[in-house]
């Protein structure tokens, strides 16, 4: 009994959560964050690119080393701007190390520039225009065609509106079934050609709206689940180190 019950409540849980996914808060937060990785994930992939690019390609007269240096910098900023961004929106601890090994100004850029730590911000800049990406995918295809689809009883029988599927060909399906007899192979296949489907019926307006609420759920799940696994690994990548801004507010202390 106590097995049973066991095995059953994990699916009972993950159910709970789709079906509750558009009622919990947390999943608002998610999608909030998901929402600016896009735009943030572009400007921070796109600067950082375009800055070591140029600094590398002009290392050769020193010029470039600095400003090498001086975006590797920008990177931990940013790094320390997402780790309280994860944790203000996901609810995410992501700890830093705010003080940094050696007494002089020259032993404490060493040992920066040194530690593996410091370059996680050119891993993790990837990663979040990535994820930008695909949420930016999901928002537009799940959660715009889910809307859609379930404001369509408020609308279908307005007149000079068409509410329903519209293809630029039309489109074929050709179910077949074949099977043996008699040392003979016989097989039966129609063809069925879809050109157009509109909503006419308030029962048709309802389903319409009930396949856009499967859609929402869906997709918000979907977010739900690349905020849960962006968050985890935005903490595995980041977690201990070194936060800039945090260290100049504890030197001022």
Known sequence: MSSATAATSPRAGR??????????PQTYLNLAYLVLSFPLGLAYFVGTTIALGVGIGLS???VGIPLVAT?????LVIVGFERRLTSWLLGVDVPARTELAG????????????????????????????????????VMNALVTGVALLSVPLHYGEPGLYV?????????????????WNRLLVG???????????VRTFPQALAAAGAGVVVLLVGLSALNWLAAVHGRLTAR??????DPVSGLGSDEE
């Not at 040992?111 to 930016?136: D, R, W």
């Open 103 to 138: 007494d002089g100004w020259w032993e404490k850029t060493r040992a920066l520039a040194t530690e593996p730590g410091t370059y996680a911000g050119l891993l993790y800049i990837p990663l979040k225009f990535a994820v930008g990406i695909a949420a930016f995918l999901v």
């Open 237 to 242: 990548l980041l977690s201990r180190t070194y």
């Open 71 to 75: 975006t590797v910098a920008g990177t």
């Open 60 to 62: 050769f007269v020193l």
């Open 164 to 180: 329903g599927l519209v293809t630029d060909r039309p489109v074929e399906l050709h179910p077949a079934l074949h099977f043996g």
């Open 188 to 198: 039966v296949e129609a063809a069925v050609t879809v050109e157009a489907w509109r």
């Open 15 to 24: 159910l709970r959560s789709f079906v509750t996914a558009p009622i919990r």
